[in-house]
T-cell receptor
Framework: DGGITQSPKYLFRKEGQNVTLSCEQN?????MYWYRQDPGQGLRLIYY???????QKGDIAEGYSVSREKKESFPLTVTSAQKNPTAFYLC????????????FGDGTRLSIL | DQQVKQNSPSLSVQEGRISILNCDYT??????FLWYKKYPAEGPTFLIS?????DKNEDGRFTVFLNKSAKHLSLHIVPSQPGDSAVYFC????????????FGKGTKLTVNP
């Protein structure tokens, strides 16, 4: 979606390293979300944030961390504690207090070397 | 336990015919339902949504039907076009908005010329 930038598109990580995925938006949405997609699977929620300086765990938060210091930015860190980090990571934005859909960035594919 | 189920991993139709994608859910608290279209290595694109107060919503070639008593929704695409070939995800939320979407595993639609 225009206005949601995920970088980089492809990312490689060595075993035992932390890596941070970037998500920036200029759509002025209050809420931001991180999802993970594995082959043949739907999207699973990792973390979400409805307001600056606040965030909540999703269904699969173990091994991940986030921060929300600015409305425009919601970086996701994949830590060495995440046992199976290879996946396609998607960032989304939305307004949780209205009947409006979430809109997604183009994703980052993370692979383990 | 899967709360949103798309039982058909794939569907193949001829160009110009109708495509019907199905989705079942188990959580009676879900009150907002969405369909997303996804191409490989890209983020999902929002297609159409429906609130639980309605049983049908139409947008051009796309119509979503909701049967609350059966906890079932379907997406109809008429007429199908080769450009519709993609993976379609059904999603649901429980608070009337885009809060914490729960996704199905997706159905891969192939429209043959």
């Amino acid at each position: 979606d225009g206005g949601i930038t995920q970088s980089p598109k492809y990312l490689f990580r060595k075993e035992g390293q932390n890596v941070t995925l970037s998500c920036e938006q200029n759509l002025n949405h209050d809420a931001m979300y991180w999802y993970r997609q594995d082959p043949g699977q739907g999207l699973r929620l990792i973390y979400y944030s409805q307001i600056v300086n606040d965030f909540q765990k999703g269904d699969i938060a173990e091994g991940y961390s986030v921060s929300r210091e600015k409305k425009e930015s919601f970086p996701l860190t994949v830590t060495s504690a995440q046992k199976n980090p290879t996946a396609f990571y998607l960032c989304a934005v939305g307004d949780p207090w209205s009947n409006q859909p979430q809109h997604f960035g183009d994703g980052t594919r993370l692979s383990i070397l | 336990d899967q709360q949103v189920k798309q039982n058909s991993p794939s569907l193949s139709v001829q160009e110009g015919r109708i495509s019907i994608l199905n989705c079942d859910y188990t959580n009676s608290m879900f009150d907002y339902f969405l369909w997303y279209k996804k191409y490989p290595a890209e983020g999902p694109t929002f297609l159409i949504s429906i609130s639980s107060i309605k049983d049908k919503n139409e947008d051009g070639r796309f119509t979503v039907f909701l049967n609350k008593s059966a906890k079932h929704l379907s997406l109809h695409i008429v007429p199908s076009q080769p450009g519709d070939s993609a993976v379609y995800f059904c999603a649901a939320s429980a608070q009337g908005g885009s809060e914490k979407l729960v996704f199905g595993k997706g159905t891969k639609l192939t429209v043959n010329p």
